[in-house]
């Protein structure tokens, strides 16, 4: 069964500082990784996905996320956070690992914080 | 934002009553999602279906059931709701299930069971 491990249940940061929040997942097949973002009281927003292709993937409010299949990690980053970036960041994987369709398994969560 | 509607957004009930939660999507998507998220767990996949009349279980479906009779509403039921069912419950639509359609995610709804 595929699962995601996301190392840091919290991750502290000061305002402008750079930001990584690390994810990484096991499954023998073909995947897929998201990454969504969960803003106090509200549902979850997809920030960004890699599919296939350059393993360098953009997405909205400034943050990139990297694909290495040899570590079997999708980590998160952020050049400068602001006060708004603060959330919940959920690492997600979608394959066909046991049945004929696709499952979204999420990750559990990363809280960043970002401080003035 | 995707038309996702939850009702109700908060509910306080007592152990062994029956609870259910509606989920009303505006975007005629053929894909329904039902998770609920804990601390420490993240989101886990309760049920889902892929069209009228047609679902399926996911991970944790023991004491839920669902029903959907129109493409809109998808329903999720506690037939006797117990204290480890207390949750943030989030419904989901997509436009397919492949990866290249991502899940669009409704406010949620806080269910306390006493």
């Given at each position: 069964?595929?699962s995601?491990?996301?190392?840091?249940?919290?991750?502290?940061?000061?305002?402008?500082?750079?930001?990584?929040?690390?994810?990484?997942?096991?499954?023998?097949?073909?995947?897929?990784?998201?990454?969504?973002?969960?803003?106090?009281?509200?549902?979850?927003?997809?920030?960004?996905?890699?599919?296939?292709?350059?393993?360098?993937?953009?997405?909205?409010?400034?943050?990139?996320?990297?694909?290495?299949?040899?570590?079997?990690?999708?980590?998160?980053?952020?050049?400068?956070?602001?006060?708004?970036?603060?959330?919940?960041?959920?690492?997600?994987?979608?394959?066909?690992?046991?049945?004929?369709?696709?499952?979204l398994?999420?990750g559990?969560?990363?809280?960043?914080?970002?401080?003035? | 934002?995707?038309?996702?509607?939850?009702?109700?957004?908060?509910?306080?009930?007592?152990?062994?009553?029956?609870?259910?939660?509606?989920?009303?999507?505006t975007?005629?998507?053929?894909?329904?999602?039902?998770?609920?998220?804990?601390?420490?767990?993240?989101?886990?996949?309760?049920?889902?279906s892929?069209?009228?009349?047609?679902t399926?279980?996911?991970?944790?479906?023991?004491?839920?059931?669902?029903?959907?009779?129109?493409?809109?509403?998808f329903?999720?039921?506690?037939?006797?709701?117990?204290?480890?069912?207390?949750?943030?419950?989030?419904?989901?639509?997509?436009a397919?299930?492949?990866?290249?359609?991502?899940?669009?995610?409704?406010?949620g709804?806080?269910?306390?069971?006493?």
């Open positions: 069964a595929q995601v491990t996301q190392l840091d249940s919290q991750v502290p940061v000061f305002e402008e500082a750079p930001v990584e929040l690390r994810c990484n997942y096991s499954s023998s097949v073909s995947v897929y990784l998201f990454w969504y973002v969960q803003y106090p009281n509200q549902g979850l927003q997809l920030l960004l996905k890699y599919l296939s292709g350059s393993t360098l993937v953009k997405g909205i409010n400034g943050f990139e996320a990297e694909f290495n299949k040899s570590q079997t990690s999708f980590h998160l980053r952020k050049p400068s956070v602001h006060i708004s970036d603060t959330a919940e960041y959920f690492c997600a994987v979608s394959d066909r690992s046991g049945g004929s369709n696709y499952k398994t999420f559990k969560g990363t809280l960043l914080t970002v401080n003035p | 934002d995707a038309g996702i509607t939850q009702s109700p957004r908060h509910k306080v009930t007592e152990t062994g009553t029956p609870v259910t939660l509606r989920c009303h999507q975007e005629n998507h053929r894909y329904m999602y039902w998770y609920r998220q804990d601390p420490g767990h993240g989101l886990r996949l309760i049920h889902y892929y069209g009228v009349k047609d399926d279980k996911g991970e944790v479906s023991d004491g839920y059931s669902v029903s959907r009779s129109k493409t809109e509403d329903l999720l039921t506690l037939e006797s709701a117990t204290s480890s069912q207390t949750s943030v419950y989030f419904c989901a639509i997509s397919g299930q492949g990866p290249n359609q991502p899940q669009h995610f409704g406010d709804t806080r269910l306390s069971i006493l």
